[in-house]
């Protein structure tokens, strides 16, 4: 494989980059919001270190929303079939060898720390996410030591004086899987790196720790970090439970960059109340659990429950279901060939996280495709040109239309369910319980909020 000025200004990659960008944040997701941009320094190295959680949507995210064209380095067994590691390349990505790819892949690591290195020297920006792994959890893993060894080599190589800066960066999934989510990615401050490359000169080994510890606090506010792993699901559950209650009581218009704050808020309250008051965190532990499972059990997601909307409302919402129908038709079935071709492959995956990255990669090529054949029949058999062009613009547009009146369908589907129960001791119980973990969280949080 070629490597050799990946870091180069590529055309061809700003092309297709262009076209990337556009399908990542304003058709695949619903809002990006980018803050901290002005923190990426100019004309000077720059390492990305990025936190770890939906694959390829990671690098996709801060590839779609930054000017520069980034170097990635990324594990070395995706690059195992010769066109994806074409593929790969083409989109300036790098592989990083680990033990479990061979011990004699490791003397590739060579070839790969020289020309990041290079790319560092060129001023330019490499990117490496340091937990090497994703993970679902909202939680920052154990950081390895790529990103400082490569540092230091660069710095040591030219008599430190090179001056390279690490930008933290949190990306931040309101979800990690569903089509047309949320995605924040939020940029830190430059991290400057002089004070470890003194101790790096006497004891490289502790200045790689320490400036190993030093990122991952610089990376922790700028991202949901549930640090008490042992609660994990109490305090990812408060986290949605308690959003849009946290945005009222902070002033937030609702957007991805005001609901990350608001998580953030509530995350920081439950980690103050299990310092503080560990008994009200296994009382609501227990409240979520019991609550969480009347939910499940009945297929009832926990915002339903919340608004309990009355017999009207839900009246009106099944007209409008009506009258949309028509138009939903019009774009699932212009729609529905390569909306399922991902789950052909998602369905038989072992790891949930890659599913985003199978849906955006395949639906990249086979909508594109389906819309191009879908044309040309249609100017086979059409003889106006300009409904043939209606129609080809028409096919994003109404396909966008469609998931939403199906999502709408759902969650409708949803509050009938609950407005079907609500009156049974099922739904007295869930009720009661959501009033109850309210009154046990609320006015802690206030208290928190206020002192």
């Known amino acids: 494989m070629n490597f050799k000025r990946i870091d180069r200004w590529s055309f061809r990659y700003h092309l297709i980059r262009s076209f990337v960008s556009f399908i990542h944040n304003n058709i695949f997701y619903r809002n990006v919001c980018v803050t901290g941009k002005e923190n990426i320094p100019e004309n000077t190295p720059v390492f990305f270190a990025p936190n770890h959680q939906n694959a390829l949507m990671d690098a996709l995210a801060i590839l779609c929303n930054v000017k520069q064209q980034a170097v990635f380095i990324a594990r070395a067994d995706i690059f195992k079939n010769s066109l994806i590691a074409r593929i790969l390349i083409l989109f300036k990505i790098l592989p990083a060898y680990r033990i479990r790819d061979g011990k004699e892949s490791l003397r590739k690591n060579e070839e790969i720390f020289d020309i990041s290195v290079k790319i560092l020297e060129n001023k330019n920006i490499l990117a490496l996410f340091p937990e090497t792994t994703h993970t679902d959890l909202r939680h920052l893993k154990e950081l390895k030591k790529g990103v400082q060894r490569i540092v230091f080599q660069a710095e040591e190589k030219n008599d430190y004086k090179l001056g390279v800066k690490i930008v933290p960066i949190g990306i931040y999934f309101s979800n990690y899987w569903n089509f047309q989510s949320d995605v924040h990615i939020n940029f830190g401050k430059p991290m400057e790196i002089d004070e470890y490359l003194e101790i790096y000169k006497i004891n490289p080994q502790k200045a790689m720790l320490a400036l190993r510890d030093k990122i991952a606090e610089n990376l922790i506010p700028l991202i949901i970090h549930i640090e008490h792993l042992e609660y994990y699901q109490l305090f990812e559950f408060m986290r949605d439970f308690f959003n849009?209650?946290?945005?009222?009581?902070?002033?937030?218009?609702?957007?991805?960059?005001?609901?990350?704050?608001?998580?953030?808020?509530?995350?920081?309250?439950?980690?103050?109340?299990?310092?503080?008051?560990?008994?009200?965190?296994?009382?609501?532990?227990?409240?979520?659990?019991?609550?969480?499972?009347?939910?499940?059990?009945?297929?009832?997601?926990?915002?339903?429950?919340?608004k309990n909307e009355h017999l009207g409302i839900i009246s009106m919402k099944v007209f409008a279901l009506l009258f949309s129908l028509p138009v939903f038709l019009y774009g699932f079935i212009n729609n529905l060939i390569p909306s399922y071709l991902p789950k052909l492959v998602t369905k038989k995956l072992k790891d949930r996280q890659f599913t985003s990255s199978i849906n955006f990669v395949i639906g990249l090529i086979s909508f594109p495709l389906f819309y191009l054949l879908q044309f040309c029949m249609v100017w086979i058999f059409t003889e106006t040109w300009w409904i043939k062009f209606v129609y080809l613009a028409s096919l994003p547009i109404i396909g966008i239309i469609a998931f939403k009146i199906h999502r709408f369908f759902i969650?409708?589907?949803?509050?009938?369910?609950?407005?079907?129960?609500?009156?049974?001791?099922?739904?007295?119980?869930?009720?009661?319980?959501?009033?109850?973990?309210?009154?046990?969280?609320?006015?802690?949080?206030?208290?928190?909020?206020?002192?």
């Open 244 to 306: 849009t209650k946290m945005l009222q009581k902070l002033e937030l218009k609702k957007c991805p960059e005001n609901k990350f704050i608001a998580d953030q808020k509530t995350i920081e309250i439950l980690d103050s109340i299990y310092q503080n008051k560990p008994e009200i965190i296994s009382e609501l532990d227990n409240q979520a659990k019991k609550y969480q499972n009347l939910l499940k059990n009945s297929n009832i997601r926990h915002w339903v429950v919340e």
């Open 411 to 451: 969650k409708l589907k949803s509050q009938i369910k609950f407005l079907s129960i609500k009156s049974r001791i099922e739904g007295k119980n869930m009720i009661e319980l959501n009033n109850k973990i309210n009154s046990t969280f609320e006015p802690l949080a206030d208290w928190y909020m206020k002192n």
